[in-house]
């Protein structure tokens, strides 16, 4: 398997630090509003991540932090008049709601930051002692970048004019503010009641100061706690590139004197019609919102169709999102959804006679999954992989539709769409493996009526009741060797 490794900026063979387990971390969100599309596409590449590894067999523990305590968190918290882990928790419910519908795994540890503050004191103080850090005049603690020598390389960042001694506390903010960071920040009026109080060593002597974590400690600490030193992956999107995962790097390797994370990856920018999605742009959308627009099609075919969407780009690229993109990704679950459904429809009604898996159907299926495993271990090339997919909907449609396939055949063709579903997750096994639904005898009555008039060639008559059906929620399904009732 290959990915392509932002730190070396090259594709390199992945190779696990361990065999027996794989260390994956991931940033998670900050929960001081409603995740939008954006946000959620970088979750759903994290997803596509973890489940590849797992489909090619690899052992998997995977951490994300949750960012509980920040400028935007206090803020957000005050100006709703909550206090700050009753504020959080609601935009924390709310975000594990959101992956839930798009069909992303939890990762098996979810660590909010206010968890992690013994594990942040015992970071800084030791780089204070070290002198990597320092107190300025406010109390605040900074990371001193100018001692961390590869400092900039991981962003590509030439430091040669940096201006010395300058610092930055706000967690945000871009290349040409590069300076030192904050780890640990002293309290003010504003934070209120947002505080903790700590020793901490300074020039020999301890201290007890008031102070709230800066943002990128928490996921050198979060990591130190769960995984030790090292990490075989980190995971987030391309804006975390700088200032945080570079500063995670410095003050993380500055701490343990090993490499950090042997891969980085990062996944592109969400574009809404080719423009940078923003509130005054009048384009900023959240799952709720889309759901919300699509409001007469059911929930589930929106989120898979979302999913697909993400799906549909390269990973490390650009994506661009459009209404009409989605609509065409619904159209696309739709047919998914009636393959299912088809298989369904002919094993239920086919007869066990010559119930075997012919040799050439087994080697077509084993060689879609032969492209499809290709595509994926090819630094996760979906575009390719949903093409094989497609073409193997097409492949089950044209089997079904000429009457070429057996129930073992059937059985095989689900069990595939399983497996190729253990990374894609866009469909939904119930349409095939539910059990009939009990018709109502009126129901049961216009089909047989119908039926009847088929037969006799009455074809008014027969549309007249077909109608009638379609009225009360049933439509009907005519093959060439039966007709099948089924609930819209």
Not at 178 to 190: M, N, Q, T
Not at 307 to 329: A, T
Not at 437 to 464: H, M, S, V, Y
């Amino acid at each position: 398997m290959q990915f392509y490794n932002t730190k070396t900026r090259e594709i390199e063979n992945f190779k696990p630090l361990k065999q027996d387990m794989v260390k994956v971390y991931f940033c998670g969100p900050t929960v001081y509003n409603y995740a939008h599309i954006g946000n959620l596409r970088t979750f759903v590449f994290e997803d596509l991540v973890i489940k590849t590894l797992k489909y090619l067999w690899h052992r998997v523990k995977t951490v994300m932090n949750i960012t509980d305590i920040d400028d935007k968190t206090i803020a957000g918290s005050q100006a709703a008049g909550l206090k700050l882990a009753e504020f959080t928790s609601k935009f924390t419910d709310a975000f594990l709601a959101d992956i839930a519908k798009l069909n992303i795994d939890r990762a098996d540890e979810i660590v909010p930051v206010t968890s992690l503050m013994p594990e942040m004191l015992k970071i800084v103080n030791k780089l204070l002692t070290r002198k990597m850090a320092y107190v300025w005049e406010d109390w605040s603690i900074y990371y001193d970048i100018s001692k961390f020598e590869d400092y900039g390389k991981f962003a590509n960042i030439d430091f040669a004019g940096m201006k010395a001694w300058a610092r930055v506390d706000n967690d945000e903010y871009d290349k040409e503010n590069a300076s030192d960071f904050v780890l640990w920040k002293a309290w003010k009026k504003e934070d209120g009641e947002n505080f903790w109080e700590e020793k901490f060593m300074i020039n020999g002597e301890e201290k007890v100061l008031k102070w709230r974590p800066g943002w990128h400690i928490e996921c050198s600490a979060c990591n130190m706690k769960y995984f030790g030193p090292q990490i075989d992956i980190h995971m987030g999107g391309v804006d975390l590139i700088f200032p945080h995962h570079q500063n995670e790097i410095a003050q993380t390797e500055a701490l343990t004197g090993k490499e950090f994370s042997k891969y980085w990856l990062h996944s592109g920018h969400l574009m809404i019609d080719g423009k940078k999605m923003a509130k005054s742009a009048n384009n900023f959308y959240t799952l709720s919102d889309l759901i919300s627009k699509y409001k007469d099609t059911p929930e589930n075919v929106v989120t898979r169709a979302i999913r697909l969407s993400f799906l549909n780009g390269k990973y490390r690229e650009n994506i661009d999102f459009s209404f009409s993109k989605l609509e065409s990704n619904i159209v696309v679950i739709k047919k998914i959804d009636e393959l299912l459904k088809k298989l369904k429809r002919t094993y239920d009604n086919l007869w066990e006679e010559n119930n075997k898996i012919s040799k050439a159907f087994s080697m077509d299926l084993q060689g879609f999954m032969m492209d499809y495993v290709d595509a994926m271990e090819d630094d996760l090339n979906t575009p390719i992989a949903i093409s094989v997919f497609n073409e193997l909907i097409t492949y089950l449609n044209s089997k079904i539709d000429s009457l070429e396939i057996t129930k073992k055949e059937i059985l095989a063709s689900i069990d595939f769409l399983k497996s190729f579903n253990r990374i894609l997750s866009i469909i939904d096994f119930s349409l095939f493996e539910k059990e009939d639904e009990i018709i109502p005898d009126n129901i049961a009555g216009l089909f047989e009526a119908r039926n009847t008039a088929k037969t006799d060639k009455n074809f008014e008559l027969a549309d007249k009741y077909r109608d009638e059906l379609l009225a009360f929620g049933y439509k009907i399904i005519d093959d060439r060797t039966w007709t099948k009732l089924e609930k819209i």
